[in-house]
């Protein structure tokens, strides 16, 4: 089985990379023809933007889309309408009235006035809790992991641990054994690591999951969920709370009264040292979301090149370049899963971590009962 795999790798590989190239042109293919004027106003930065951001709409093919429900909330109530509703035709903002004047602004529902002007007091006043193709990603990768964990957790019920894995069993197998050899165990350590294992699992698995989805152009995948500010930052809210509920009295003590030194530098470091504390999860927050989003940009820009030369010759530099970024892309998006998970086991470890001291007596109570 396994040298099938082996043979099948480098087809997949390409089906997947061709795939990918075929979306990408058909994505300005199915455009609207382009005058002279607007072929020489073809914005490169606003047409990245278009593909990197979130929308309340999916597209899938040419001017085919998947229209997502919009929730909104105001003091005229909820209410719940189809994103279809705020576009006309020609995929062009229209105004909708329903409690309120809706309108896309910039990609966001705004309430404006009978004349499409913003309506400020009113817009402090909204709530959007809509389903977004970001959102409907993210539930899109939870189904998928629950499926292939769920699957695999009743062939083990079946089949017991110490027979052979089969089918999901022996593709997550390696993974989660990954991560426990080489993320849990040598950062947290032997007596605590379990107990953080279905923590760093998901964290590994939901990142790994939505960076592989957003590298596939095609339906479920396309989103740039790894790349939106808002997954990262409760990622990183996630991991700030995991490693401050679980720590010790050695760990703030390093925090606020570093031992070993004379006071006027304790005083000097503690708030150096609590400022780290942020540091940590803000720094985890900000490496996923530039990373990924500069791999979609990196990408995007190589394929824009073609429609602003008009060329094939600039067709024929621009593909085997998104080709090899693709294929890092690929690395990137397995590496960004690994590097969080592993500084997120480097924090817990660090929080737990027993002092001098305590580890004395504990050795000394284990020597007493012995």
């Not at 499409?116 to 006043?125: S, Y």
């Not at 699992?201 to 152009?217: C, S």
């Not at 005083?267 to 803000?282: Q, R, Y």
Request: with cysteine; aromatic share 12%.
């Amino acid at each position: 089985m396994s040298m099938v795999l082996l043979r099948l790798k480098p087809l997949l590989v390409f089906s997947f990379i061709s795939i990918f190239l075929l979306n990408s042109v058909s994505v300005w293919a199915n455009e609207k023809p382009a005058t002279s004027k607007e072929e020489a106003s073809f914005n490169v930065t606003e047409t990245i933007l278009e593909h990197i951001k979130d929308d309340h709409s999916w597209h899938l093919w040419g001017h085919t889309t998947i229209a997502l429900p919009v929730i909104l909330y105001s003091p005229q109530g909820f209410e719940i309408f189809s994103s279809a509703l705020l576009l006309d035709e020609h995929h062009e903002p229209v105004l909708y009235q329903g409690k309120n004047n809706y309108q896309l602004k910039e990609g966001k529902v705004k309430i404006v006035n009978a004349a499409g002007a913003l309506d400020v007091n009113a817009n402090k006043k909204l709530w959007d809790f809509s389903i977004t193709k970001n959102v409907a990603s993210l539930f899109i990768s939870v189904i998928i992991i629950l499926l292939l964990v769920l699957t695999a957790a009743r062939a083990y019920k079946k089949t017991g641990v110490a027979s052979a894995p089969k089918g999901v069993q022996s593709f997550l197998e390696p993974i989660v054994l990954f991560v426990r050899d080489e993320i849990a165990l040598p950062n947290i350590g032997a007596k605590r690591y379990a107990k953080f294992m279905p923590f760093l699992l998901t964290i590994f698995f939901l990142i790994l999951t939505n960076n592989f989805l957003g590298l596939i152009p095609l339906f479920p995948g396309g989103a740039n969920v790894s790349g939106n500010i808002a997954f990262t930052m409760t990622l990183a809210v996630c991991v700030f709370i995991v490693v401050n509920l679980n720590s010790n009295k050695n760990y703030w003590e390093h925090i606020f009264w570093m031992p070993g030194m004379h006071w006027s530098m304790k005083l000097f470091l503690a708030p150096i040292e609590l400022i780290g504390v942020f540091n940590k999860p803000i720094s985890l927050m900000i490496r996923l979301f530039a990373n990924i989003t500069a791999g979609h940009i990196l990408v995007l820009s190589l394929v824009c090149l073609i429609f602003i030369f008009k060329t094939v010759y600039a067709a024929a530099v621009a593909v085997p370049f998104v080709i090899f970024i693709f294929l890092i892309e690929l690395l990137v998006a397995f590496l960004q899963a690994y590097i969080f998970t592993m500084l997120t086991a480097m924090y817990i470890g660090m929080s737990a971590e027993e002092g001098h001291h305590d580890h004395h007596d504990h050795a000394q109570k284990e020597l007493a009962h012995h």
